[in-house]
Structure formats: structure tokens, C-alpha cells
């Protein structure tokens, strides 16, 4: 029998790939027109295109490696990439490069991961070890956790490309499972001791001789102009809750390596050039949603995301949960909320990013998810709430280019109401579709007492 991740660390730790480090810089392809594809429920085989993962998982982002960068990593036919971040624990500390957790496992019921392919469609295996050394040989660990996904959407066009965005809900299945932080539970201070591993493989075979592989994500110091503001992505959230998935990160414990194994053995480890030499961050895109405990959930659910938008202006995921590309940003402007939507206590705060600077725009609530929560067209963008409309307040954006509620937003409502919420607002700078304003995506919220 083969030792657990655990058992291995550290032997492995101190004992990396024999095999030097290879320059992986020409095997790196764009990732143009990357949509998210919706939830796909492992348990029943069902997918939930027009909501976010917060609408069926845990509301907690456990894990954030969702920098975007506009490129994804080839791989080979057998070949499997092994990456690594951290699940930070109450001992580990609040510094510009952790979090201090509050648990020592946690439970992932959910997993975003992108990908690029040429395949109408592609099966894809994933393996998460609690204790892993970057670049050390993750072919004589027994994962913690394993995850075979059939069926995952490509692209209908031969000779075509398909990027995706696709989350894994686990919630129903028994394959959601623990995985603990910093590896023991306790905070050691060293990448060798303390972070996880994770490896994904596309087990359907390139037949259409277009290349695929991981989205590439990370960019921690702001080098590659990533993620939706172009300043790069800090390190986060881990189990911050401060941005329930709608804004990038750089995964806490990510590191500028990843091992490269082919049919079962260790090849060596890859790298895209080196980050600080002007390369990629060698890592990949993977979110892990869960219920770490203590943190404040969602106040509702997003729906309505940027796609088949007025002019092409698709979102392309780089803001997240997003309406339809801006002046600002392609990935669009984001709603989300937090707080206790109760009437009889209010707190919840709607707050929209990728604004336009110093631009008006209206907070809005309705009773109907428009086009079965899918929007019509309006603007620069998609009108996603309908029916009733009350006008809750000109919030002008702040120079980061975000606005926020402020005071009740269910006056007039009571116990079992279910509102639609949007924002809309002016975008007179590069506004894709010449209409100078767009709206945000949807946000639903159910009140009670």
C-alpha cells in the first residue's frame, strides 16, 4: 500500500524531482472568449446555468487561485500537472502573504476549475493530497481525495477552441470531503510543511490536434497586468469571506512551480518562464468553496451572468460572477451582498465593482428574474430584474469604481418575499456597445422575519 500524503511529507519534502526544472514558456496558448459554464452537480449530472456557486455551496471561498491572466497551460496526452496553495489554520498569521483560518480541516462541497479545449466534450481527473512539497513526487502519494468528471463542455466547431470556467458541486455527493490546513492542522511556516496539493489531468485524448489544458491564474505583485483591475491579484481570500468568490486572488501557498507526471510517473518540474524573469506564475485556476465556519454568508444569490450580451461584450469571468463587459473591465461590473436579510433587521449592503469611476448609477429591486433569469438585452448590458420596480437610491461608483447601499433595502417588505436586485450605470468611456451604461449581473434575495 501506498503512504498517505501525510505519512510522506517529510521524506518528500526535502527530496525533490530528480529531473531538473523544465521551461514550459512554449507550451503556454491564449484563452480567448473563457465563459463559465454554471454548476455542475456531480451527484445527479445536472448542471444550474444562471446562478453562482454561492447559490447551492457553502458560501465560504476557502481557496482563491482565480488571477486571471488570459492564457492556459498545454498539456500532453498521459500528462498530469501537480499544484499546491494552503488552507490556512487558527495558528497560521495574518501577514501580506497568509490568513489566520479558523479551523484545522475544512469541508470542500464545491471546486471551480478552467480549462481550454478542442474536444466536443472532455473527461477530467482531479487528486487533492492534505500534505504536499511543490514539485516533489506526488506519484507515490495516495490522494485524499479523488474525483473522475465526465462529460465536461468543449467546443462544437472542429479545429475550434473551447474555454471554460466550471464549478463542481459536491454538496449532494459523497465526494465532497476535508481537507486540512496546513496540512497537519497547525502552521509551521514553511511551503514543505504546511501546503496542500492538487492535480488535474484531461483524460480525453487531443484527437481534434488542438491543444488543451489548466487556465494559468496567479499574479501576486501585479507583473502581468491580471485580474479585472489589471493590477494583479493579492493573495486570498482563504477563508477571509470578504469577497464570496465575485473578486480574483493569488492562492495563499501557491508557488511559481508545478510538477509534471506522465502515465503514472514523475517527469519533472515545469515552470513558465519565472515570474520574476518576466514569465507566467506557474500555477492554475482552482477555487474551493466550503462552510469554514464563523464567516458571515451570502445575503443571496447571484444569477443572470454576462453571456450572449448586446455586442459581443460577453463577460469573460476575469470579475467573476459578472453582468456584461464595460469600458473598465471585459470580465463586467459584479453585484453581490452581504448581511441579514431580515425585515425586522436589515443589514444587508448590496455592493457592484467594476464601475466606471465617479460615474451615477441606480440601485433597483423588482419581483421577476427576466428571461427565466437569463435578461433581455438594454444598453451596454442586460436588464435581469422586472416587474414592480422600485428605485432605491443614485449611488455614484468611488474612484476604485465601486458603490454600495447604504440604510434598508426591504422597506415595504415582508417575511417570504423573494426581490431581484440590479444596478444599473453609466459607462460614457469605452463603452463597448456605444450606449454609455450597462447594468451589473442579478442578485435574488429570499426576506425573512
Known amino acids: 500500500m501506498k503512504p498517505t500524503s501525510l505519512t510522506l511529507l517529510l521524506c518528500v519534502a526535502s527530496a525533490p524531482l530528480a529531473t531538473a526544472q523544465q521551461d514550459f514558456g512554449q507550451r503556454i496558448a491564449p484563452a480567448p472568449g473563457i465563459k463559465h459554464a454554471g454548476i455542475y452537480h456531480v451527484a445527479t449530472g445536472t448542471w444550474t446555468r444562471h446562478a453562482s456557486p454561492i ?41 501580506a502573504l497568509s490568513l489566520t483560518g479558523t479551523n484545522t480541516s475544512y469541508l470542500v462541497d464545491g471546486i471551480d476549475i478552467g480549462y481550454c479545449t478542442g474536444e466536443p466534450t472532455i473527461d477530467v481527473n482531479l487528486a487533492f493530497f492534505n500534505c504536499y512539497a511543490a514539485c516533489s513526487d506526488a506519484t507515490v502519494l495516495v490522494p485524499d481525495a479523488a474525483l473522475g468528471i465526465s462529460g465536461l463542455p468543449g467546443v462544437g466547431g472542429t479545429g475550434s477552441l473551447g474555454c471554460w470556467f466550471v464549478t463542481l458541486d459536491l454538496a449532494a455527493a459523497s465526494a465532497a470531503f476535508n481537507l486540512n490546513a496546513d496540512c497537519d492542522g497547525t502552521f509551521d511556516g514553511s511551503a514543505s510543511l504546511d501546503n496542500f496539493g492538487w492535480s488535474f489531468e484531461i483524460v480525453t485524448p487531443p484527437a481534434s490536434g488542438v491543444n488543451q489544458g489548466p487556465v494559468i491564474a496567479g499574479d501576486p505583485l501585479g507583473l502581468l497586468l491580471g485580474g479585472a483591475g489589471g493590477a494583479g491579484c493579492s493573495y486570498g481570500d482563504g477563508t477571509t469571506w470578504a469577497t464570496n468568490g465575485t473578486t480574483e486572488g493569488t492562492g495563499i501557498g501557491t508557488g511559481d512551480t508545478f510538477e509534471v507526471d506522465f502515465a503514472g510517473a514523475p517527469l519533472g518540474c515545469g515552470f513558465y518562464g519565472g515570474y520574476l524573469s518576466g514569465g507566467l506564475y506557474s500555477s492554475f485556476h482552482l477555487e474551493l468553496w466550503g462552510d469554514a465556519g464563523g464567516g458571515p454568508p451570502s445575503a443571496g444569490t447571484q444569477y443572470c451572468q454576462g453571456v450572449s450580451c448586446p455586442c459581443g461584450n460577453d463577460s469573460d469571468g476575469s470579475n467573476g460572477f459578472a453582468g456584461c463587459g464595460n469600458g473598465v473591465t471585459t470580465g463586467g461590473a459584479s453585484l453581490d451582498g452581504s448581511g441579514n436579510p431580515s425585515v425586522s433587521n436589515d443589514t444587508v449592503v448590496l455592493t457592484a465593482n467594476g464601475l466606471q469611476p465617479n460615474q451615477p448609477g441606480l440601485f433597483f429591486r423588482a419581483d421577476n428574474a427576466v428571461n427565466g433569469g437569463a435578461g433581455i438585452l438594454f444598453g451596454d448590458g442586460l436588464r435581469c430584474a422586472g416587474g414592480n420596480i422600485v428605485r432605491l437610491g443614485v449611488v455614484p461608483s468611488n474612484g476604485s469604481g465601486v458603490a454600495s447601499t447604504t440604510g434598508s433595502i426591504s422597506a415595504g417588505l415582508g417575511a417570504g418575499d423573494v426581490k431581484r436586485y440590479q444596478y444599473w450605470y453609466r459607462n460614457p468611456a469605452n463603452s463597448p456597445c456605444g450606449a454609455s451604461f450597462n447594468l451589473t449581473n442579478g442578485f435574488e434575495v429570499t426576506w425573512a422575519n
Open 55 to 95: 447559490a447551492l455551496l457553502g458560501a465560504d471561498t476557502l481557496y482563491d487561485n482565480t488571477c486571471f491572466i488570459g492564457s492556459y497551460g498545454t498539456q500532453n496526452a498521459g500528462e498530469t500537472f501537480v499544484d499546491s496553495g494552503r488552507l490556512p489554520s487558527p495558528s497560521s498569521p495574518t501577514t
